[in-house]
């Protein structure tokens, strides 16, 4: 009999308290806002790196505008009649300046360089594995006595001609170079002895 009234209460409490559960809605979790911050704060990191990065590379250009007249070192060059788009910049380092006149003629673009020296070095800043090479002597330069080198490479889609030629009497090392998808035919050699100035 005991067990029976137990058993009864025991049912009775559990349907009393089905009865009266409610169900409670578990709080929605906030996990948009968290994958919003999240993203935000992935995004603006990249940002953050570009602008620093192209601060860098502003800083450490070395060339700053120059001008034909203060680039008088020496015997100086003169861009070849018919030229366009001169000019001019400069790189300082170590007392020798380097200077640098850009141009366009007949379609193609020329990088020209000149600095003081001792002896004659390559200032034109290509390196590439030249297909060929030989000694040439400038017309116009020193009365047509002007050694120098001429230079060519040749790939797939370009080529590249430099010459470089040293003044002794003066001491000035110079560099002219060209770049095109094909130079066949082409004398660089005739351009640079159009560079000298006239006397």
Not at 24 to 42: C, N, R
Not at 48 to 62: K, R
Not at 92 to 98: K, Q
Request: net charge negative.
């Amino acid at each position: 009999m005991k067990k029976s009234v137990l058993l009864l209460s025991v049912g009775v409490m559990v349907i009393g308290m089905a009865a009266c559960h409610k169900p409670v809605e578990a709080p929605e979790p906030e996990v948009e806002e968290v994958v919003e911050e999240t993203v935000e704060e992935v995004a603006e990191e990249p940002v953050e790196e570009t602008e620093e990065t192209e601060e860098e590379v502003g800083l450490a250009n070395p060339w700053s505008a120059s001008s034909a007249e203060e680039a008088m070192v020496g015997r100086s060059f003169v861009a070849p009649e018919g030229a366009e788009n001169i000019e001019w910049s400069k790189m300082e380092g170590d007392g020798n300046t380097l200077y640098q006149m850009t141009f366009d003629l007949d379609g193609r673009t020329y990088t020209a360089r000149e600095q003081i020296s001792d002896e004659a070095v390559d200032i034109s800043g290509t390196y590439y594995d030249w297909t060929v090479s030989e000694d040439i002597k400038l017309q116009n330069w020193a009365d047509g006595n002007m050694t120098g080198t001429m230079y060519r490479y040749i790939g797939d889609d370009e080529w590249v001609d430099l010459c470089t030629w040293f003044d002794v009497e003066i001491g000035t090392a110079y560099s002219l170079t060209v770049s095109d998808t094909e130079l066949d035919g082409f004398d660089i050699t005739a351009i640079a002895s159009a560079m000298c100035p006239q006397e």
